[in-house]
């Protein structure tokens, strides 16, 4: 049975990593700890607990602009949750087939020049999984009147393949299989502007494509506000609606999804940042088979703090999720990097 999208909020989405002269490697982890149904029908769970850890490396940028950057992720899913249901009706437990360590891997080329600036990134599944995956993006931006308006623009394409599992059509009774392997494709354009010393506005547009549902469109607006040389204000707001044109093809219905976070951070020093946020997801759903429309509204509540070394960095952040129906999850993790 399909499961609600999972959905996350980036803190601290205008801040990239710094360009550096030497070789950067980055390790990082995470674990959650999920509680109760992330989805819009009320059923018991188990308490759920998932750990993965990346490592990635980073070139010094070539004087042609050229900078290549490799990560490795190791993900230990719970999946005693994911239930799939065979053809005769009855359901069974992901986990009861599969309980490994699932690796990930990607290799991204960024060039830049100037005001122009590309990158390409690939990513793939590196052992088996239950959810083989490849997923090829490029992207490209520009910037424009002395670097402070930006221009970017992506384009992605992938694959995916899912456990054979089936379903009951509630328009005709029948059973039906899902599709083994999902073809999806993205496309994106924002623009960001610094509108004073102290403010700057990104808008974002996006539409993603998915084989087994209907095309989705988002807008979103981010904002970042300095209130003094110590004190940052973050706020960025989203909306994703499925289209209704297109025809479903499972028993799920129209996804709809608004949301919003406001996050605060201080320089507590000159090289220790603090920061707090609250987010609040709503995501809908619209069956029209069963005349039937479920709602689902999560709170998040997000910690961070970052220190910067000479030549190093860390971090450890905690966020919590805590919805209407029940359920809950809280994600761990740390962060540290160093160049050489």
């Known amino acids: 049975m399909q499961r609600l999208r999972s959905v996350g909020f980036i ?30 029908e009320k059923k018991p769970t188990e308490n759920l607990t998932g ?5 990635e490396i980073s070139s010094p940028r070539l ?5 290549i950057t490799a990560s490795y992720r ?29 690796s990930q891997g990607s290799v991204s080329a960024d060039f830049s020049f100037q ?24 992207s490209q931006t520009t910037q424009l009147n002395h670097q402070l308006t930006e221009i970017r623009w992506n384009l992605g394409s992938g694959q995916m ?19 083994e392997q999902l073809d999806f494709r993205t496309y994106g354009v924002s623009a960001e502007q610094v509108v004073s010393e102290s403010m700057r506005v990104q808008f974002l547009l996006d539409m993603n494509q998915r084989s087994d ?13 300095a ?65 039937r429309k479920d709602q689902m509204a999560t709170d998040v509540y997000s910690l961070k703090i970052d220190y910067q070394g000479m030549k190093w960095k860390g971090g450890l952040s905690y966020q919590k999720m805590e919805s209407n129906l029940e359920y809950a999850s809280a994600i761990y993790g740390g962060q540290f990097s160093w160049v050489f």
């Not at 205008?14 to 980055?26: D, F, S």
């Not at 793939?124 to 490029?138: A, E, I, K, V």
């Not at 059509?169 to 899902?178: A, I, N, S, Y």
């Open 74 to 102: 190791q993900i230990k899913n719970d999946y005693s949750n994911y239930l799939i249901q065979e053809e005769n009706g009855r359901e069974k437990k992901l986990s009861s087939t599969f309980d490994q360590v699932e």
């Open 63 to 67: 004087k042609s602009g050229l900078q």
């Open 227 to 291: 209130l003094s040389d110590r004190d940052f204000l973050r706020f960025h707001v989203l909306r994703r609606q499925e289209s209704r044109q297109d025809r479903l093809q499972d028993d799920r219905g129209y996804f709809d999804l608004s949301g919003g976070e406001l996050s605060y951070s201080r320089y507590i020093t000159y090289d220790l940042v603090g920061s707090a946020g609250y987010g609040l997801i709503v995501e809908k759903e619209d069956q029209p088979a069963r005349f």
């Open 161 to 179: 393949k899912q456990p054979l599992s089936y379903f009951t059509d509630v328009r005709t009774g029948e059973r039906k299989q899902r599709p």
């Open 11 to 40: 803190l601290f989405f205008l801040t990239g990593p710094a360009h550096t002269a030497g070789t950067q490697v980055q390790v990082s982890t995470l674990t959650t700890q999920t509680a109760g149904q992330a989805s819009v």
């Open 115 to 138: 005001n122009l600036s590309a990158n390409l990134t690939a990513d793939t599944s590196l052992n088996p999984t239950p959810f083989p995956s490849r997923f090829f993006q490029f």
């Open 213 to 225: 549902r209907p095309s989705a469109t988002g807008v979103q607006i981010k904002s970042a506000y």
């Open 51 to 55: 750990q993965s850890y990346a490592l």
